[in-house]
């Protein structure tokens, strides 16, 4: 389990080098059709690498952590040392800092990858954005949804 705070420190090995990762994962039912988003920027915004793509059957909460989860697989093919996650589901938010324990079954292996994938950054900061603030993902998202 994560300690709850606004910045976790990893590993300070990596060279530095932080991207902003926006996720968003969306269901058609629940469980229905699924699909998830993502956007990486540098620092700067500029986007860097998106992920738009169907998941199959799947629950709002399961896309989500799926989303989470590409991105920083993403994040770490592109040799980022830091993260900052912007997401808008608050469950997973609490959960990654340690607020809320992960109950349901089907999360708890999507929980422990991100913890796992947590831990190839020097640091990470994760927060809870407004669907408003997360609009490039939630599109990507709902493309995939659309086009199958």
Do not use: W
């Not at 420190?9 to 059709?33: E, H, L, Q």
């Not at 959960?95 to 349901?104: A, D, F, I, L, M």
Request: positive net charge.
């Amino acid at each position: 389990m994560l300690i709850a705070g606004e910045y976790y420190m990893v590993n300070k090995a990596m060279p530095y080098k932080k991207v902003v990762i926006n996720t968003d994962g969306a269901s058609r039912g629940n469980p229905g059709k699924a699909a998830i988003g993502a956007v990486i920027a540098d620092e700067q915004g500029g986007t860097i690498h998106t992920i738009s793509r169907c998941i199959g059957i799947t629950t709002n909460n399961q896309a989500e952590y799926k989303a989470l989860i590409e991105g920083l697989e993403a994040a770490l093919k592109l040799d980022a040392s830091e993260v900052a996650i912007r997401i808008d589901s608050e469950l997973i938010v609490n959960q990654v800092k340690g607020r809320y324990r992960v109950k349901n079954p089907a999360l708890k292996p999507l929980y422990q990858r991100v913890t796992e994938l947590l831990a190839g950054f020097n640091g990470f900061t994760i927060e809870h954005i407004s669907r408003t603030f997360n609009q490039g993902a939630d599109r990507l998202a709902n493309l995939a949804l659309d086009a199958h």
